[in-house]
Nanobody, 122 residues
Framework: QVHVVQSGGGLVQPGDSLQLSCTTS????MGWFRQAPGKEREFVAA????????TYSTSVKGRFTISRDNAKNMCYLKMNNLKTEDTAVYYC???????????????????WGQGTQVTVSS
């Protein structure tokens, strides 16, 4: 099982940017999910090993970017043009995967970060 530690998050205004970080390692597929109060956890973005393929939810496509630095064993979620509806607890997820594969369902991941609050408010 992969040990996942995430960092980042905080309180920002609409239109601002924020970056979340998460530890990873070789042959690990990474994903980001979020959960707003009273709602189910939803998929945000995923990136394959070694980073050749990415996918995003419709709600964040064009605003968020998932990336990874394999030399540093880190995965990032850069969030631009944040909206109030992006407010949620964000979770980093990991699982061993084959090269070029990504996963969009929470049940497909085996390890989870501790979660970090992102609040977008004016």
């Amino acid at each position: 099982q992969v040990h996942v530690v995430q960092s980042g998050g905080g309180l920002v205004q609409p239109g601002d940017s924020l970056q979340l970080s998460c530890t990873t390692s070789a042959w690990i597929t990474m994903g980001w999910f979020r959960q707003a109060p009273g709602k189910e956890r939803e998929f945000v973005a995923a990136i394959s090993w070694p980073g050749t393929k990415t996918t995003y939810s419709t709600s964040v496509k064009g605003r968020f970017t998932i990336s990874r630095d394999n030399a540093k064993n880190m995965c990032y979620l850069k969030m631009n043009n944040l909206k109030t509806e992006d407010t949620a607890v964000y979770y980093c997820a990991a699982r061993r995967g084959v090269s070029g594969a990504y996963y969009t369902r929470a049940g497909e991941y085996t390890s989870w970060g501790q979660g970090t609050q992102v609040t977008v408010s004016s």
